[in-house]
């Protein structure tokens, strides 16, 4: 207890060093929390992604559609459930700025394949009976005030044209992780208009997506699929949904691989930060130490002193540092949403920000403790501050 009660006292010596210091670790994990949830959101999409859905797309591109007489083909394959479809559309609401995420979807099919988005039997009848009915996730409702009835115009860009849509339902997740940024409308609406605007892009779809009876076979069905279409106009590439997602993070490889460079880096900082200030405390406790020892202190009694104090420094940043986390990243959160639809710190980044101040705490003490134990009394007590 008294050693507990020296260490607290020692540590509050030069408050404004220790503030400083307890700053700049608290900004450095607060750095940490940030950069590791942007990461985290980066692969939202692929941990939501359910194990018995495959996507299948046009061998060449995304950019490139397949023809949705694929469709009938794609499920005679042994071990599909059922297949619906879904089209990038990529319409502007009122400015680019507004950015999210809007699909052309098979109606018919399309909610029963994610049963993560959720809507009332009103919102799915009304979406069913509607031909330019849409719906859309909670989040993005919010974002714009959007109400069931209100009516919504895109500004198509691969499908041309000013497109009015009425939103007819405001689907919520089913799991944390569900995306509620999207907007979801009917298929034939479109393809309706382009029958009449341009008769040559009708009956063409973005991507496939199947339900398999069993995920272990995931691989064989893929396969399957894909042998249907060899050699034609139109050759498809499937994969598991998870696969179709992470291909999106590895357009953006570069860009993770240098966040997580720079969460590393933030620890160095930490390191150096609190590492700096446990050597000028050593430095000016020789005297000090030496008066301890000739008074029956042991070696253990000086370590245990410089290691509390680097500890007790660390769990102040280490904490401050956490607190500070959560209201920023719900402002990260508001700021990224049309990129990131889900963007939340998790608990497991939590415990390494906290494991990170820990081991940071701990490095920070050794040399200053190694010197102050090998520091000859006689030596120690020549030194005059």
């Known amino acids: 207890m008294r050693l507990l009660k020296i260490i607290y006292r020692n540590t509050l010596r030069h408050w404004l060093r220790t503030s400083l210091t307890v700053f700049g670790l608290a900004i450095a994990v607060v750095a940490f929390i940030v950069i590791r949830t942007t990461i985290d959101a980066w692969y939202a999409q692929s941990e939501a992604a359910s194990p018995d859905r495959l996507v299948t797309r046009h061998a060449v591109s995304l950019t490139f559609f397949l023809p949705l007489a694929y469709a009938s083909r794609i499920e005679d394959v042994d071990g599909v459930n ?3 479809h879904a089209s990038w559309f ?3 609401y009122v400015e680019p700025k507004n950015f999210f995420a809007n699909f052309a979807v098979d109606h018919t099919t399309y909610l029963d394949l994610y049963p ?8 799915r009848t009304a979406f069913m009976s509607e ?9 993005l409702a919010d974002r714009f005030g959007w109400q069931v009835g209100d009516r919504v115009q895109l500004q198509g860009t691969i499908f041309p044209g000013d497109w009015e849509l009425v939103i007819r339902g405001i689907y919520t997740g089913a799991r944390e992780n569900t995306d509620e940024s999207s907007m979801l409308f009917r298929w034939d609406f479109v ?3 382009m029958r009449s605007e341009s008769p040559g892009r009708a009956g063409y779809v973005g991507t496939f997506i199947e339900r398999i009876d069993d995920p272990s076979r995931a691989a064989d069905i893929s396969s399957k699929i894909d042998a249907l279409f060899l050699n034609s106009i139109a050759e498809t590439k499937t994969e598991t949904e998870e696969a179709f997602n992470l291909s999106f993070v590895a357009m953006a490889g570069s860009i993770v691989l240098g966040l997580k460079a720079i969460s590393i880096l933030v620890i160095g900082i930490i390191l150096l930060v609190l590492g700096n200030t446990m050597a000028m405390t050593a430095r000016e406790r020789v005297s000090e130490y030496a008066v301890m020892k000739t008074l ?22 280490g904490g401050l540092g956490i607190l500070l986390a959560f209201p920023l990243g719900a402002l990260v959160q508001i700021a990224l949403s049309a990129f990131f639809p889900v963007y939340n710190i998790a608990v497991v980044t939590v415990l390494l920000a906290s494991l990170a101040a820990f081991v940071v705490g701990l490095l920070a003490a ?3 403790a190694i010197k102050a134990v090998r520091t000859p009394i006689v030596d120690g007590l020549r030194i005059v501050d």
């Open 90 to 92: 990529g319409g502007i």
């Open 296 to 317: 029956g202190f042991r070696p253990i009694h000086i370590v245990g002193l410089i290691f509390g104090e680097s500890l007790f420094i660390a769990a102040i940043g």
């Open 366 to 368: 050794v040399f200053p």
């Open 116 to 123: 993560e988005f959720q809507l009332s039997d009103e919102e």
């Open 82 to 84: 059922m297949v619906s």
């Open 191 to 193: 393809d309706e208009r």
């Open 131 to 139: 031909r330019n009915a849409a719906v859309v996730g909670r989040k």
